[in-house]
């Protein structure tokens, strides 16, 4: 889905809806019927409870035992973090990673919405851009749709990103306990690789569970499939140029990214933090699965 596809379509609230209505309408009818897509209206039923709660209305629709649920019994507090960084803007042509973690983002924010859960929007680049309260009232998810909405509409700017320093402070600030979900392409400094693993280990340390989406354009990012000939390469960041034929460094360039992803994936391991790999290339099914994994994996 890119840029001009949102605009036809209408607004972002809207999409969002209709693709996690979709989804979930794919997953009932699906093998991965067993996935829990509990909404705060309603549970099923377990034995031995009281049946005080069972919802007949919908017993006498589904045949399924249903108990209703109450916003109190729903105290999930979840950060929805974007990297509004230039390499973000990736590729040009449709501005195709902050246009896929954007759309994620706004199809998670209306899943947790309908589970009552309280939600706050980040955005950084070198530091904070947006950073809302967490909160559950539908004025205020709301305003995160425009929030996103806005971003989407929003022109490229030439940031760099300072994805560790950025995240010890999100770690700091955030209230303990709560899901940090971070969409982001990880482009910080390579080199020093170190400080990332720092500030992921912050956000466990403050006792916070994470789930980072690798947001990626893989064909070109990391298989790096060019044709055989010279290209200009530009920094989305700093615009600085390069000319060259990719078939002279893609070996090297894959060695490099791999060894840096790897290690990253490994400290993810040992945190235990989920880092998935979200190429915008494949939908958001793989966002909203994942989602619901780590959901399954608090209860």
């Known amino acids: ?99 896929f973690s954007t759309m994620a983002a706004a199809a998670l924010a209306y899943m947790l919405q309908k589970q009552k859960d309280a939600i706050s929007l980040i955005t950084f680049s070198s530091g904070i851009e947006i950073q809302t309260p967490v909160k559950s009232t539908p004025s205020h998810i709301h305003k995160i749709f425009l929030d996103l909405e806005n971003l989407l509409q929003k022109p490229k700017e030439h940031k760099k990103t300072e994805v560790a320093s950025v995240i010890h402070q999100i770690a700091e600030n955030i209230h303990k306990r709560s899901l940090v979900i971070i969409f982001s392409d990880m482009f910080d400094d390579i080199d020093n690789s170190e400080k990332i693993f720092s500030s992921l280990q912050h956000l466990k340390h403050n006792l916070h569970e994470v789930l980072i989406f690798h947001v990626t354009d893989k064909k070109t990012e990391s298989d790096f499939e060019f044709d055989d000939r010279p290209y200009e390469f530009i920094d989305l960041e700093t615009n600085e140029t390069i000319k060259l034929n990719p078939a002279q460094v893609k070996v090297d360039y894959q060695k490099i990214l791999h060894q840096f992803y790897q290690e990253l994936k490994l400290r993810c391991g040992q945190y235990k933090i989920d880092f998935i790999e979200a190429d915008i290339a494949e939908g958001f099914e793989q966002i909203l699965t994942s989602y619901l994994v780590k959901r399954g994996k608090m209860k």
């Open 1 to 99: 889905m890119d840029l001009a596809q949102i605009r036809q379509y209408g607004n972002i609230e809207f999409l969002a809806k209709q693709m996690v209505e979709g989804f979930i309408t794919g997953l009932h009818k699906s093998p991965f019927h067993g996935f829990s897509v509990e909404f705060a209206e309603h549970r099923l039923y377990n034995n031995g409870e009281s049946t005080r709660h069972i919802d007949w209305k919908v017993f006498a629709k589904t045949d399924r035992l249903y108990t209703k649920r109450y916003e109190e019994e729903t105290n999930l507090r979840c950060h929805l973090i974007i990297d509004t960084s230039s390499s973000m803007y990736y590729p040009e042509k449709n501005n195709g990673k902050i246009v």
